[in-house]
């Protein structure tokens, strides 16, 4: 089954490719079996798809491994794929923030599809600093762009979690 899911949002990326409009068509699960596929296509070790339901607030995690220093480094990722296009509220950053500091993860990324409200933009210069980063349609489509030019069939080489997501690489790490 997983060879199949994985196999299909491959397919759905290359549809995404060629018309961005494609996302619309996706609900909240294939959204996120599509963002996992794609981080662990991208390099990031042990992603993991959590359940669908309770989730504990985080719907991707993937864990890297730093091969100077042996750290494990853990990344949180929420999707909301909201196709009503309400904005993502500041809400969903505290309670990603709590459970960032709860599982003592490295960083954690907030992906909306339909974008972030006003005072969570407002707010995001200080929440990069928490270590919660705000991701939206076009960082996808980067990512997206970046798996279409290095994916040949095969895994691409491995790179750094907080370089694929766009986050600050760690002193050590760049």
């Not at 060879?3 to 494609?22: F, Y």
């Not at 959204?31 to 996992?36: D, P, R, S």
Request: proline share 3%.
């Amino acid at each position: 089954v997983l060879v199949e899911v994985v196999n299909m949002t491959r397919q759905l990326r290359r549809a995404l490719v060629r018309g961005p409009s494609v996302l619309g068509g996706f609900d909240d699960r294939q959204f996120e079996q599509l963002v996992a596929t794609l981080l662990f296509d991208l390099g990031l070790q042990d992603v993991e798809l959590t359940p669908s339901r309770k989730d504990g607030g985080r719907d991707i995690i993937a864990v890297h491994v730093n091969e100077k220093s042996g750290e494990r480094q853990v990344y949180l990722i929420e999707c909301k794929h909201w196709v009503s296009g309400a904005k993502v509220t500041m809400r969903w950053a505290v309670m990603l923030l709590d459970i960032v500091a709860r599982e003592n993860a490295t960083a954690a990324v907030l992906l909306s599809s339909s974008g972030f409200g006003p005072r969570l933009v407002e707010h995001e210069a200080e929440l990069n600093t928490s270590g919660l980063f705000l991701k939206d349609s076009r960082d996808l489509s980067s990512w997206i762009k970046i798996w279409e030019r290095q994916y040949a069939g095969s895994l691409s080489t491995q790179r750094h979690p907080a370089e694929v997501l766009g986050l600050r690489p760690d002193r050590d790490d760049a």
